[in-house]
């Protein structure tokens, strides 16, 4: 079965009667990358480097958030660099991190290489800079379209990344799954119109019209994403 992005047929195939969604649309860090813990050691870090003060819970305050936002945090905590220097030295430290061994969360591959498999368009959609996204998309070699924080205006919780790639897909928002982990994520892709499952990793994501949730991506198939989202 071959399918084509922005085409009828994607919307109505169906496998054991769920439809099959036009794309998949994936955050990245925390979602399919266990790369969180790598994002609070890189932020301690550069913290204590400057004599500041940076906790475990500063950083999962941080997570969904676009990285300009908690380079200005660290800026109030004490460390004297522009936002660009903070963004360049947290994103050297969490790649050093990702290089030495792809975090893949439970499951992830394999749904990636699945979805791939049957022909559904998937996009990286990630608040990460696109620094962090190209090296990653590339080990992936599944995505159709990359999505990063430092080329949309509006990063999440905004709606634009999750609107910008079902544009690059040429698909439909309202019959794509966006799959994501965090507050500010999921705010984002059910503003967007996509259909959104949360896989709460670190963080509580307030429950919503529109939300469905999982505990984990391991063992779950295209259909299921499609059943889940409700398509």
Not at 53 to 66: H, I, L, S
Not at 194 to 210: F, L
């Amino acid at each position: 079965m071959t399918l084509s992005p922005g085409t009828d047929s994607v919307t109505r195939t169906t496998i054991a009667d769920v439809t099959i969604p036009a794309a998949v649309l994936w955050d990245m860090d925390g979602t399919l990358l266990d790369t969180e813990p790598l994002w609070i050691a890189a932020e301690m870090e550069l913290a204590l480097s400057y004599g500041g003060v940076w906790t475990q819970a500063d950083g999962w305050a941080q997570v969904g958030r676009a990285m300009r936002d908690t380079a200005r945090t660290l800026q109030e905590r004490g460390v004297p660099l522009t936002s660009e220097e903070i963004i360049d030295a947290l994103n050297a430290l969490v790649a050093a991190g990702v290089a030495a061994n792809t975090p893949w969360q439970p499951g992830a591959f394999e749904l990636l290489t699945a979805v791939a498999a049957a022909g559904v368009p998937q996009a990286l959609v990630t608040s990460s800079f696109m620094v962090l996204a190209e090296p990653f998309a590339a080990t992936a070699g599944v995505f159709g379209a990359v999505v990063a924080g430092d080329e949309v205006d509006h990063p999440k919780p905004h709606p634009g990344p999750y609107l910008l790639a079902a544009e690059r897909l040429g698909v439909d928002i309202t019959r794509c799954v966006a799959v994501e982990d965090s507050e500010s994520g999921v705010t984002a892709a059910v503003a967007s119109g996509a259909r959104t499952i949360a896989v709460p990793a670190v963080t509580r994501v307030a429950d919503r019209p529109g939300l469905r949730r999982v505990e984990t991506l391991a063992g779950l198939s295209l259909a299921d994403l499609g059943r889940i989202a409700g398509l």
